[in-house]
Nanobody, 113 residues
C-alpha cells in the first residue's frame, strides 16, 4: 500500500521561502515520475513541478525560477523548495505519484501580502 505524507507548509510573508517534504512508504520515488501539485480555493488542481526517474525536472511557468523540486533517494523523500513566494502561491500542495494513482493528503501554504 502506497502512502505519501507531506509536511512543511505554513504561513509565510510574500518574498519568503518554504520547503515542503513528502515521505513515501510502499514505493520508491526514484522509480517513477513524481511531483507536486496545488489547488487553490475554487480552482482545479494544477501541476507545480515533476521529476522523472532519471532526475529530469519540469515546472509550471508560474513557478519556474522560484521553485525547485528534488528528491533524496536514500531517505525516499521528495522536496519542493519554494523561494520568493507570492500571494498567488497560496494553495493546498499535494505530493503525488500519478502513475500509481497515489496522492498525499496535502499541506497548506499561505502567503500573506
Amino acid at each position: 500500500q502506497v502512502q505519501l505524507v507531506e509536511s512543511g507548509g505554513g504561513l509565510v510573508q510574500a518574498g519568503g521561502s518554504l520547503r515542503l517534504s513528502c515521505a513515501a512508504s510502499g514505493m520508491f520515488f526514484r522509480h517513477y515520475i513524481t511531483g507536486w501539485y496545488r489547488q487553490a480555493p475554487g480552482q482545479e488542481r494544477a501541476l507545480v513541478a515533476t521529476i522523472s526517474s532519471g532526475g529530469r525536472t519540469n515546472y509550471a511557468a508560474s513557478v519556474e525560477g522560484r521553485f525547485t523540486i528534488s528528491r533524496d533517494n536514500l531517505a525516499n523523500t521528495l522536496y519542493l523548495q519554494m523561494n520568493n513566494l507570492k500571494s498567488e502561491d497560496t494553495a493546498m500542495y499535494f505530493c503525488a505519484a500519478p502513475g500509481l494513482g497515489a496522492w498525499g493528503q496535502g499541506t497548506q501554504v499561505t502567503v500573506s501580502s
